[in-house]
């Protein structure tokens, strides 16, 4: 396989948005990169060229720590860290950007904060938002290159989209219990995630749960994902295109799966049926809003509660471990039927547990026509600001 070389401004077509402004960069210290500057593959023109890149993190979790760490160490002169989350304890295991002080804290300011520590002469922009049809577009084309380190398989599919139709090289990586894998797609050929998988899942899985991993596993995926994002900004080496990459940290072996750009892709194919990332159409999603917990607490203040209605739609086991004060309690799988006890002119707020089932509740009033918030992040995101709501005073349910 012929080694990819990638100008750094090329992607950029007519009509795309600008890319952000780059400050000049300085030129890199050479007793910071020593080591760098002693490999003939980077020495002083390698080292200019990362403090001159720009790579987006898509997740500041269990992949995107150590991605994002080894950049910064690196010396790529941008660094953008995607993530609308806050930390959490159980993220510690794992996620080596944060530390036990910053529990509650947003995870893009900290990890901002962290690598800004690391290496500051290097610019780290926190993007506390949350990755969608409406943004992604924006988010990338600033960017030279893009690492996903999400675990939400509709999100995959929303970044290999947007990645093939920017042009922008994507290292995407997934892990699972002890298992990882890993691919690169660049422009110019290379098949794409799609090609690999091209079932999207339903984008509405009502769990809230996640499955166990081994916490050291994203560090060896995501230093994997690092050492390609250097390699494609630097043009050296090749990149794992066409090669699906499955780590087994149980048996300690690495195997690698060839694949192949499929004319029939929805994205990369010879007629693509996926052109361009529209905004989420206006029938589906007129009438829903998202609050963080602040501006929900906001809103309660304000005195604007009398036209709310806080409707917690997890399972009573749930609910009965603790709720928002004032909240009503109708469980997901009985608001079809239900939905009449929300009277007219008063606006739900859902609740779950992480903000997907109180997302399909959103729907389902949009579908009559109504409208109704979500509470982003459910009460787990609601704790981490506020502390855990307290179990109910009284018995009933
Ligand atoms: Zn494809």
């Not at 530390?99 to 901002?112: C, L």
């Not at 929303?158 to 990882?180: M, Q, T, W």
């Not at 290379?190 to 079932?199: D, I, K, N, S, T």
Request: glycine share 10%.
């Amino acid at each position: 396989m012929m080694p990819v070389h990638l100008p750094l401004t090329l992607h950029r077509r007519d009509g795309d948005p600008a890319p952000m402004t780059r400050e000049t960069p300085t030129r890199p210290d050479p007793a910071r990169y020593a080591r760098h500057l002693a490999l003939a593959e980077i020495g002083a023109a390698g080292q200019q060229r990362l403090a001159a890149s720009a790579v987006l993190v898509i997740g500041a979790g269990g992949l995107g720590s150590p991605a994002a760490l080894y950049l910064a160490a690196a010396g790529v002169g941008t660094i953008g860290i995607v993530d609308h989350d806050r930390i959490e304890i159980s993220n510690l295991q794992r996620q080596i950007l944060f530390a036990t002080a910053g529990i509650g804290a947003s995870k893009a300011q900290a990890a901002g904060a962290r690598l800004r520590e690391l290496n500051p002469d290097i610019r780290v922009i926190a993007h506390e938002v949350k990755l969608g049809e409406a943004n992604v577009m924006q988010l990338l084309a600033a960017y030279d290159i893009v690492i996903d380190g999400t675990d939400r398989l509709a999100t995959r599919y929303l970044i290999n989209d947007a990645c093939v139709l920017l042009g922008k090289p994507l290292v995407s990586a997934a892990i699972h219990r002890f298992e990882g894998q890993a691919m690169t797609w660049v422009p110019g050929g290379a098949p794409c995630y799609r090609c690999l998988y091209p079932q999207s899942p339903d984008d509405l899985v009502p769990s809230c749960a996640e499955a166990g991993v081994l916490g050291v596993l994203p560090g060896v995926m995501g230093s994997l994902q690092a050492t390609e994002a250097l390699k494609v900004l630097l043009g050296i080496g090749e990149p794992l295109t066409g090669r699906l990459l499955v780590y087994d940290a149980l048996s300690l072996t690495f195997d690698e799966f060839r694949f192949q750009r499929r004319v029939d892709c929805a994205v990369c194919g010879d007629h693509p049926t996926i052109t361009t990332i529209s905004p989420p159409k206006e029938s589906r999603l007129s009438g829903i809003t998202e609050w963080t917990p602040q501006q929900l607490a906001q809103e309660l203040k304000n005195g604007t509660d009398d036209r709310l209605l806080l409707v917690d739609v997890r399972e009573p086991w749930e609910w009965a471990a603790g709720r928002l004060p004032g909240s009503v309690h109708i469980p997901l799988g009985t608001l079809p039927q239900r939905t009449g006890e929300i009277p007219a002119g008063v606006t739900p707020v859902f609740i779950c547990a992480g903000g997907v089932r109180s997302m399909a509740a959103c729907r389902l009033l949009a579908a009559q026509g109504r409208s109704a918030v979500n509470l982003a992040g459910g009460v787990s995101a609601w704790s981490g600001v506020y502390g855990a709501p307290p179990p109910p005073q009284d018995h009933q349910h």
